[in-house]
């Protein structure tokens, strides 16, 4: 039995040695456009009937993405709302710290976010014909744990993307 436990010790240190390790030492190419070679990607649009002006001033309020996503928590933008700022929130239980790569009053905003084994670049666009918005949004990521449980990862982003969009239609058409 001592050997088991010896054993079992042993194995979990080295994958925490691991893991720390994977965490510290990886870094990610912090660019404006999605990796499109990531394991996990993808690609969304809505049409929202309201001006892209109120939906880009939702999505750059950062602090105030609570009171319209429920997916979203403990949202802080540090700083002003311009390209380098940093921003924290979390989402799906994760904590993560974001940059800002692209801020482009009206049109686009684009971040970079790092969270445990992950690493994610967002785009979002919005684009006004008629009084209504199409927004779109891509987002990529990669890391140890999104390669690891890549279809996860996939299904998981998908569904949260769905549900992000929903929820500033919902709002910006109120």
């Not at 993808?42 to 602090?63: C, F, H, L, R, W």
């Not at 891509?138 to 996939?154: A, I, N, R, Y």
Request: aromatic share 12%.
């Amino acid at each position: 039995m001592k050997k088991f436990v010896y054993s079992f010790l042993l194995i979990a240190g080295i994958l925490t040695v691991i893991i720390i390790c994977l965490e510290v030492f990886t870094s990610y190419a912090v660019t404006e456009s999605i990796n499109k070679n990531a394991p996990v990607k993808t690609y969304q649009e809505i049409t929202i009937n309201a001006p892209a002006q109120k939906v880009y001033q939702m999505m750059s309020d950062i602090g105030h993405w609570k009171d319209w996503h429920s997916d979203v928590e403990d949202p802080k933008l540090n700083g002003p709302f311009k390209k380098d700022s940093s921003f924290d929130w979390k989402s799906g239980g994760l904590t993560i710290h974001s940059t800002l790569h692209t801020v482009v009053p009206g049109h686009k905003i684009g971040w970079s976010g790092k969270a445990f084994g992950a690493f994610a670049i967002h785009n979002w666009s919005f684009i006004e014909h008629d009084g209504r918005t199409t927004v779109k949004v891509e987002e990529s990521m990669e890391g140890w744990l999104v390669s690891l449980l890549s279809s996860t990862f996939q299904k998981g982003l998908e569904n949260s993307l769905q549900i992000w969009l929903k929820n500033l239609k919902a709002k910006a058409e109120k």
